[in-house]
């Protein structure tokens, strides 16, 4: 059996980036402005660890408007939601071993 260490993400050492993906494993989308509310972080923190997992694939990011207002919204994909889960197992694994 593999070491539950090496299966962890590095992506989502982050608290930042753990309650971003937490938050859209349990909502169809969230906007900017609900995220940073929610985490609790400056604009250019949570703009910087959302691009990062837009990068890598795991959010999607759709830009419309709201009236006259830009409103972005994320929401997780298919790729982010499987890879997060095996990060959350993983540590589950890691917490279970230690018990």
Known sequence: MSNPIAQ???IFDSRIRIGIMSALMV???VNFNELKALIDVTDGNLATHL???EENKFIK???????RKTN?????????EK???AHLDALEKI???LG
């Not at 990011?61 to 009236?67: D, H």
């Not at 994320?74 to 982010?80: A, C, E, F, L």
């Open 83 to 85: 890879a997060f889960r």
């Open 8 to 10: 962890l993400n590095k």
């Open 51 to 53: 691009k990062t997992l």
């Open 95 to 97: 917490i279970k071993g």
């Open 27 to 29: 909502t169809e989308s």
């Open 72 to 80: 972005t919204t994320y929401s997780i994909t298919k790729v982010g």
């Open 61 to 67: 990011v759709e830009k419309g408007f709201i009236g």
